[in-house]
């Protein structure tokens, strides 16, 4: 998997975006929901994101935590870059940019997106792109938990499969997606601390990175898969 492939799997979770955490969160609605966990996102607050999750059970709330963790990195990253970088200049520069640019473009899916509601479940079906038809990665689910809507924590990041993992083994794990944001973390500094200047100078820098990361927790070059939809570091061998 290429450093550019693995920031597209980040980012397509991070398919939500907003310009500031609301002053009050607005769970009542799924709608509600969805714009106040984008706002959290983008916002970088993990425990904002986290309240707009469904989960249960220890380890599957430690493991929302960690993939919400690696997703608001990957925004601090991409707000970083953009702002530093100018217009990024190759395709996987794009496509990291694209997490902290998503907001305006969710706006307007948005306000076509198609609500379901069947008792305590709910799904947000968003326009699809011109050209195609919704398929399966169009759709959110949600949860009413109480009186709030969240999003469907058990759906987003398949925590069922969670549930079968030896408990050593989601450490490790838990400590691979981690170290993953704390690259990505590291790679903002970089780019604010004039090291990294160029897109092509930061796509050598997070690759070089994601590799230390992976040779620290002796994946052999296989990154860890925490059971996100998409949104943790996808199991395969790194290419440059």
Same mark, same amino acid.
């Given at each position: 998997?290429? $450093?550019? *492939?693995? !920031?597209?799997?980040?980012? @397509?979770?991070?398919? +939500?975006?907003?310009? /500031? #955490? ?41 493991? $929302?935590? *960690?993939? !919400?963790?690696?997703?608001? @990195?990957?925004?601090? +990253?991409?707000?970083? /870059? #953009? ?50 038809? @919704? ?106």
């Amino acid at each position: 998997m290429s $450093v550019r *492939s693995f !920031l597209v799997s980040v980012t @397509a979770v991070t398919l +939500l975006g907003a310009s /500031a #955490v609301h002053a009050a969160a607005n769970l009542k609605t799924p709608l509600g929901a969805l714009r106040t966990y984008a706002a959290a996102i983008h916002a970088q607050s993990v425990p904002h994101a986290m309240a707009c999750v469904s989960s249960t059970g220890k380890r599957e709330k430690a493991v $929302v935590k *960690s993939m !919400l963790t690696m997703m608001v @990195a990957n925004e601090h +990253l991409s707000k970083i /870059a #953009v702002a530093k970088l100018g217009p990024p200049t190759s395709r996987g520069g794009k496509e990291l940019a694209s997490a902290s640019s998503g907001y305006k473009a969710m706006q307007t899916k948005i306000k076509h997106a198609t609500v379901r509601i069947k008792g305590t479940e709910a799904t947000v079906t968003m326009p699809a792109p011109k050209g195609t038809t @919704a398929g399966k990665t169009g759709i959110l689910y949600f949860k009413k938990v109480g009186t709030n809507w969240k999003i469907d924590g058990e759906r987003l990041f398949h925590l069922d499969a969670v549930k079968k993992i030896p408990a050593k083994a989601l450490s490790q794990r838990l400590e691979m997606s981690d170290r993953m944001a704390g690259a990505f973390n590291a790679a903002a500094k970089d780019i604010q601390t004039g090291k990294v200047k160029t897109w092509e100078q930061l796509h050598n820098d997070i690759y070089l990175k994601m590799m230390a990361v992976m040779n620290m927790g002796g994946m052999g070059g296989a990154p860890a898969n925490n059971g996100g939809a998409g949104g943790g570091p996808a199991g395969g061998g790194m290419g440059h």
